[in-house]
């Protein structure tokens, strides 16, 4: 609602007010002390909504952003809630800074993270996260009417809020991972297969690999690679891999669900990943390549494939669109393991618990303030600020509908990182629900509201691989037992094993090592974890009946 609007609302209350009380003015004296105590209450409401505007600064640790809250946006939150934020971001990894905190007491006023990973379970199990009920049922309407049942499905153990989701909700159709190709040399070698809808065979993606190669060892005089990879971001690489042979999150057989490593199908998947790297079609540095590394060479214009989301690599494309036009972009294809049906690949894994958590910390100093800022950002008007930008500015409301200013629709299309830097439109990223508005418009603007040709190959080619993981979602041991130390060797054997096995010299050392990793897996004590897993799995399953 706009100023303007919310004036007028105020105004009308005002004058029915008046309108009463002029009304009731020879009823009997009760009623006359009644109304004599109004201006009183209506004092008090006045200086309780002005306390709720004093300034106050909190510091938000945010792994996603280490911009300056000063932006437009920025501006405009501050102005609407009295709130300034000092954003708090790691130079190096954020779960190593995140764990530093944790150890430290030395905690922000409010926390971003991982919201499937065992951190979360860390920070409230050492009561380093506040409980929210109390602080939603008091401050929170927005946020009950905004989440709804996801409330219920991220509670602790102790049937407790301890943090509120981040991207939450689920979008059908919406993609995640993906092989992202340089559509003018797909159109060159592989013409039938470009304007999608046609996905590759297994032995079709190893084959356009080696074409590639074979017709450009070199662009503009320097080495080409035919994939590459993010080592930093395993799991986009596996996740990728694993659609291809409709993996899921866990190996469920016989009503139980066990380590996704023990569907025989994931070895066949290791083994074509290795089959790629041998025969030089893989990055040979693929394993040590950081976000930025990656970046960069998909930005050189030598890369012809990649792994991964399709959003992920938008700065790449923007300089590759900058050079040789929208042909010069790499756009999300899929390609079907042996014995796979398309329909049944699984590469958009995605929930409607939302991929972050946000918390208040036991560090913070007026928590109540802090939740009222909170059901701001995650109310629908507070949405739209984030993810639209100033009202007047860069949007109208228009025969009750959100309507963006072109200007914005074309920042976002010309360079999109730096336009969301410097306007402050979708770059504070909190309590963000995915889908639309009251009025229809979908509540991200430069994701959703006009989708580019990249955006929409990629529904085209992979919107039938999305399926829900809500039921998997977080199932392991909590943080600080023993099986959770258990659990975490055993994922730090998964994942050494997993990238020796994809470098391996050949396809029997990979199979070694393959085999070795899961009877070190064993032996680490792995089937305690996934009893735990078992447990926690048909708890969920009866407690969402």
């Known amino acids: 609602m706009s100023a303007l609007k919310k004036w007028a609302t105020i105004s009308t209350s005002l004058a029915l007010v008046v309108a009463l009380s002029a009304g009731c003015g020879n009823n009997n004296g009760g009623n006359q002390a009644s109304n004599a105590g109004t201006p009183n209450n209506t004092a008090a409401n006045a200086n309780s ?4 505007l004093k300034p106050l600064k909190i510091t938000f640790f945010d792994k996603n952003t280490g911009d300056a809250f000063t932006n437009e946006v ?3 939150i501050t102005k609407r809630t009295g709130i300034t934020v000092e954003i708090q971001q790691p130079t190096g990894n954020p779960s190593e800074k995140l764990n530093l905190m944790l150890a430290s007491d030395d905690l922000p006023d409010l926390v971003l993270m991982d919201r499937s990973g065992d951190i979360v379970n860390k920070y409230i199990s050492t009561g380093a996260l506040i409980p929210l009920n109390d602080l939603i049922d008091k401050y929170g309407p927005d946020v009950k009417t905004m ?3 996801v409330l219920n499905k991220t509670r602790y153990t102790d049937g407790k809020n301890y943090y509120l989701s981040n991207w939450y909700g689920f979008e059908e159709n919406e993609p995640v991972f993906g092989f992202n190709l340089k559509m003018n040399i797909l159109k060159e070698l592989a013409p039938d297969k470009a304007a999608g809808g046609k996905p590759f065979s297994a032995d ?5 690999l080696k074409d590639f190669k074979a017709k450009y060892p070199q662009i503009n005089g320097k080495p080409t690679t035919a994939l590459t990879m ?8 596996t996740g990728t891999f694993k659609g291809m042979f409709g993996l899921k ?4 057989t016989d009503g139980k669900l066990q380590y996704d490593v023990e569907d025989p199908k994931y070895k ?6 290795n089959k790629l790297y041998t025969e030089g079609l893989i990055d040979t540095d693929w394993a040590i390549n950081k976000k930025e590394s990656w970046l960069q060479k998909l930005s050189s214009g030598t890369v012809f494939g990649t792994t991964g989301a399709y959003w992920d690599i938008g700065s790449a494309n923007t300089a590759l669109k900058k050079d040789g036009g929208e042909e010069n972009e790499f756009y999300d294809y899929k390609v079907v393991g042996p014995g796979v049906d398309p329909g049944k690949t699984t590469y958009g894994p995605k929930g409607s618990l939302g991929w972050d958590a946000i918390g208040i910390t036991k560090a913070n100093k007026d928590p109540e303030r802090t939740m009222k800022f909170i059901n701001f950002l995650a109310s629908e008007e507070g949405q739209y600020l984030l993810m639209w930008g100033v009202e007047g500015k860069h949007w109208d409301m228009v025969d009750g509908k959100h309507v963006p200013k072109p200007e914005v629709l074309q920042g976002f299309k010309d360079d999109w990182a730096n336009y969301s830097k410097t306007s402050g439109i979708r770059k504070w990223t909190w309590f963000i629900k995915g889908g639309k508005g009251t009025d229809g418009t979908v509540l991200d603007l430069a994701g959703r509201y006009e989708r580019n040709e990249i ?10 691989s999305v399926w829900n993981t809500d039921t998997y979602d977080n199932l392991g041991p909590q943080g600080g037992t023993p099986e959770a130390l258990i659990s975490q060797k055993v994922s730090d054997i998964m994942t050494q094993s997993l990238t020796k096995a994809i470098i391996s010299k050949s396809e029997a050392e990979a199979g070694a090592v393959f085999d070795k990793m899961l009877s070190d897996m064993k032996a680490a004590g792995s089937e305690k974890v996934e009893k735990i897993i078992n447990d926690n799995y048909k708890a969920r399953l009866d407690l969402w009946k």
């Open 147 to 149: 989440y709804g049942d």
């Open 74 to 76: 920025a501006q405009e």
């Open 230 to 237: 993010d080592g930093s971001n395993m799991g986009a690489v």
């Open 204 to 208: 079709e993606f190893e084959t356009l």
């Open 455 to 464: 955006d929409k190959m990629a529904i085209k080619n992979l919107g039938d």
């Open 49 to 52: 909504k002005s306390d709720d």
């Open 249 to 252: 999150t866990y190996y469920e």
């Open 268 to 273: 066949e998947m290791i083994l074509y990943m």
